[in-house]
C-alpha cells in the first residue's frame, strides 16, 4: 500500500530530472504555496511571505522575517529541505549533464550496427579456422602456443622469407 505512492513520487521526480521547464514550474508552485502558507499561519502579508519564501529557498535567510509558529516553522522546515536535497541537486545534474555529453559517442542503431559486424567477422574467423585446423580458443583470441605449433608475429608472417 505504501510502495505505490512512492512509485508515484520517483516517478514523478523522473520527469522532473529530465526537464527544466518542470523543475521551473514546481520551484514556483513551491514558493508560492510555501508563501501563501507562511502568510496564513503567521498572518503577514502576502508581499512579505514571497519575500520570505524566496530568502528562505535560496538559503540565504537574512533574518528580517522569520517564523514565529510551530506550523510556520514546520513550513520553513520542509522549503529548506526540499531545496537542499532535491531542487538545488536537479538543477545542478541538469547542468552537468548538459556540460558532460560525449558527442562521439555511438547512437543505438551504430551500435547495432558494430555488433552485427563483429558478429560477421568472428563466423569468418571460426570458418577459417576450421578450415585451416585450428583449434576454437586460438580463434576467440586465447592463443596460447603449445609445443608443436608457436605463434608467429605480425612481421614473421609479412616477410616472406621467415
Known amino acids: 500500500m505504501v510502495v ?6 520517483l516517478r514523478g521526480l523522473l520527469r522532473v530530472t529530465n526537464s527544466p521547464r518542470a ?3 514546481i520551484y514556483i508552485v513551491l514558493l508560492t504555496t510555501s508563501g501563501a502558507l507562511y502568510s496564513w499561519f503567521e498572518h503577514r502579508s502576502v508581499g512579505d511571505a514571497l519575500w520570505w519564501a524566496v530568502v528562505t529557498a535560496s538559503t540565504v535567510g537574512y533574518g528580517d522575517t522569520y517564523p514565529t509558529t510551530v506550523p510556520g516553522r514546520i513550513i520553513g522546515g ?14 545542478t545534474a541538469h547542468f552537468a549533464s548538459k556540460l558532460i555529453v560525449d558527442h ?11 555488433k552485427e559486424n563483429l558478429r560477421v567477422i568472428r563466423r569468418q ?16 583470441g586465447v592463443n596460447t ?5 608457436p605463434l608467429r608475429s605480425q612481421a614473421s608472417r609479412s616477410d616472406p622469407g621467415s
Open 4 to 9: 505505490r505512492p512512492l512509485r508515484w513520487v
Open 23 to 25: 523543475l521551473v514550474v
Open 78 to 91: 520542509v522549503l529548506i529541505s526540499t531545496m537542499v536535497l532535491i531542487i538545488i541537486p536537479l538543477v
Open 104 to 114: 562521439d559517442a555511438f547512437r543505438h542503431e551504430e551500435q547495432e550496427e558494430i
Open 125 to 140: 574467423l571460426e570458418a577459417q579456422a576450421a578450415h585451416l585446423g585450428r583449434r576454437d580458443h586460438e580463434v576467440r
Open 145 to 149: 602456443p603449445s609445443p608443436s605449433r
